[in-house]
């Protein structure tokens, strides 16, 4: 059964950072985070191949997200560093039982309940 549980989200100023953490398992795709705006479609953020760990970004992160994972502790986090108040949105992770990245989150069967990022100007 794929588990996933977002946590570490908040508020923070515009320039600021956080770290996001996602407890993940059952899974054997590799996992990406997504993220959703009011208003707006969930759109996919980045992922991470479980085996080499190269990760790949949405062009609006690249250069200020990291994604990384912890396979011995089931974990998988997003560090975002320089973040702006587009950047404002429910965070989703999301994994599944086939294998490969995807950036379709209609392929995505699994998700955790989410983490509120908030950044203010």
């Known amino acids: 059964q794929v588990q996933l549980e977002e946590s570490g989200g908040g508020s923070v100023q515009a320039g600021g950072s956080l770290r996001i953490s996602c407890a993940a398992s059952g899974y054997s795709s590799c996992p990406g985070w997504f993220r959703q705006a009011p208003g707006k479609e969930r759109e996919w953020v980045a992922g991470?191949?479980?085996?080499?760990?190269?990760?790949y970004y949405a062009n609006s992160v690249k250069g200020r997200f990291i994604i990384s994972q912890d396979n011995a502790k089931n974990m998988v986090y997003l560090q975002m560093n320089s973040l702006k108040p587009e950047d404002t949105a429910m965070y989703y992770c999301?994994?599944?039982?086939?294998?490969?990245?995807?950036?379709?989150?209609?392929?995505?069967?699994?998700w955790g309940q989410g983490t509120q990022v908030t950044v203010s100007a």
């Open positions: 991470i191949y479980t085996g080499d760990e190269s990760a």
């Open positions: 999301a994994a599944d039982r086939w294998a490969g990245l995807s950036l379709d989150r209609s392929r995505y069967n699994y």
